[in-house]
């Protein structure tokens, strides 16, 4: 079964930076793909990025290109989200997923605040 | 980017009744090498992640109850619950995986009558 829970999450000024977590229990971590979603208060979801099993692929969505890097280490199974040059809008619940181009498992998510 | 809409954006149903969800893509998620629609249903309860549903716009994931079941092909699709339960509650989403980036529809609430 698979086990996924995200952390790291908080209240960061418009600017800051900060670092997610999301580390796996009770499944084989590096046979999957695994992405970020997130999910801004009271509105829907929006894939982040996502990153191939051995980390040599990555991909993301435009409006967080230059300013997040998604990470994993396999040997920790763990993933990451690097998020620096906060913005406003990207507050948001972020879940991490396993990603087999659809989303069949999914952490309980961390909520990150940008606000002065 | 491939643009999703759902319709209607929330819905009340009475308890043991028909619940109707449609979904339509900027594009069609048809593949057709493979005859396969690129098209997956979520359902998310109050405080809690999204879980998937259906894939393929129809096949229902293992534990899924029957009362569950997708269709539709191209760029229209529909998500039905055939009996409305009190565990049905929630915000049920499609969501395309043909083109890059995924993209989700926006949503459709789902509530007791």
């Known amino acids: 079964e698979v086990r996924l829970v995200a952390s790291g999450g908080g209240l960061v000024q418009p600017g800051g930076s900060l670092r997610l977590s999301c580390a796996d229990s009770?499944?084989?971590?590096?046979?999957?793909?695994m992405s970020w979603v997130r999910q801004a208060p009271g509105k829907g979801l929006e894939w982040v990025a996502n990153?191939?099993?051995?980390?040599?692929?990555?991909n993301y969505v435009d409006s967080v290109k230059g300013r997040f890097t998604i990470s994993r280490d396999n040997a920790k199974n763990s993933l990451y989200l690097q998020m620096n040059s906060l913005r406003a809008d990207d507050t948001a619940v972020y879940y991490c997923a396993t990603d087999r181009r659809l989303f069949d498992s999914w952490g309980q998510g961390t909520l990150v605040t940008v606000s002065s | 980017d491939i643009v999703m809409t759902q319709s209607p954006d929330s819905l009340a149903v009475s308890l043991g009744e028909r619940a109707t969800i449609n979904c339509k893509s900027s594009?069609?998620?048809?593949?057709?090498?493979?005859?396969?629609?690129?098209l997956a249903w979520y359902q998310q309860r109050p405080g809690q992640p999204p879980k998937l549903l259906i894939s393929?716009?129809?096949t229902r994931e293992s534990g899924v109850p029957d009362r569950f079941s997708g269709s539709g092909s191209g760029t229209d699709f529909t998500l039905t619950i055939s009996s409305l339960q009190a565990e049905d509650v929630a915000v049920y989403y499609c969501?395309?995986?043909?083109?890059?980036?995924?993209?989700f529809g926006p949503g459709t609430k789902v509530d007791i009558e």
């Open positions: 393929w716009a129809s």
């Open positions: 594009q069609s998620v048809l593949y057709t090498s493979n005859n396969k629609n690129y």
């Open positions: 969501h395309q995986y043909y083109g890059a980036p995924p993209t």
């Open positions: 009770g499944f084989t971590f590096s046979n999957y793909w």
């Open positions: 990153i191939k099993q051995d980390g040599s692929e990555k």
